[in-house]
């Protein structure tokens, strides 16, 4: 008799795990169905200790830093970025974070050196004609007629045109991530960066040493226009003067 209570006692509790596991199962799908951080948090609640704890954990982890990602880049504010950072020091996003924040400070700080840069040596943007003021070469040059004519010389720049100009698409921990990222992007946009020829450049920054991936070989107008696309794919890009020799 006591033994048969013993097994009836026995077979209640399988079936108590059993049915506890298949109600958990169902939560646990439910949750994954609504793919929100309430959902998951939700089933944290009834399952502090199940089986899939650690999954819902995570999740909801992933869910709050794509949601302050996106306030991040709404804002698109070198402070926005810095506070995302300070947040979520190795998240997902945390890379391209740094990137943009890299990208404001490059933008905003070499504005004076431009303009030395401009009068050390003029560039096409400077002169859009490619004909430099008449204080700077013979005067009767230029007046000469020339067996080509002016609006042969001075076309719209195609779209594949070369020049000295590039552009910077981000700043890395290291070489390597920057040569993978240069990879990784030419099978993104392979029209857009056609034609570039991608650099590493090592700089220093308040975070430490960090090494912008740059790409040259076009034109002022053809640079600017390749940020303008690329940056409406979410790509961080600016414009890169030639470097002085």
């Known amino acids: 008799m006591v033994n048969s209570k013993t097994v009836l006692a026995l ?9 506890g596991c298949s109600r ?5 799908e439910k949750a994954r169905a609504a793919n929100s951080a309430e959902a998951y948090e939700q089933f944290l609640k009834s399952y502090p200790n199940g089986e899939f ?3 819902a954990q995570a999740r909801v982890k992933e869910l709050y830093e794509e949601r302050d990602w996106q306030k991040a880049r709404d804002a698109d504010t070198p402070e926005a970025y ?9 998240g997902k996003w945390t890379e391209e ?10 933008a905003q700080s070499p504005s004076g050196a431009s303009s030395a840069d401009t009068a ?10 490619g004909t430099p003021p008449a204080a700077s070469a013979p005067a009767a040059a230029p007046a000469k007629p020339s067996p080509t004519p002016p609006a042969a010389r001075a076309p719209t720049v195609p779209p594949g045109a070369t020049g000295p100009y590039g552009i910077q698409l981000g700043a890395f921990k290291s070489s390597d991530t920057a040569d993978h990222r240069w990879a990784r992007l030419q099978k993104q946009y392979p029209a857009i960066l056609s034609g570039l020829t991608h650099k590493v450049v090592q700089a220093k920054s308040s975070k430490g040493t960090v090494y912008r991936l740059q790409a040259f070989g076009v034109t002022d107008k053809h640079a600017r226009g390749i940020c ?5 794919k979410s790509q961080a890009c600016i414009v890169v003067k030639p470097p002085r020799h």
């Open 97 to 106: 974070a740094r990137i943009r924040v890299e990208n404001f400070t490059l």
């Open 11 to 19: 077979c209640c509790v399988v079936v108590l795990g059993l049915a």
């Open 24 to 28: 958990q199962q169902s939560d646990w």
């Open 228 to 232: 303008s696309k690329l940056r409406a």
């Open 82 to 90: 810095q506070a995302f950072l300070k947040q979520y020091p190795e």
């Open 53 to 55: 704890t650690a999954q």
């Open 120 to 129: 050390n040596a003029p560039s096409a943007a400077a002169y859009p004609q």
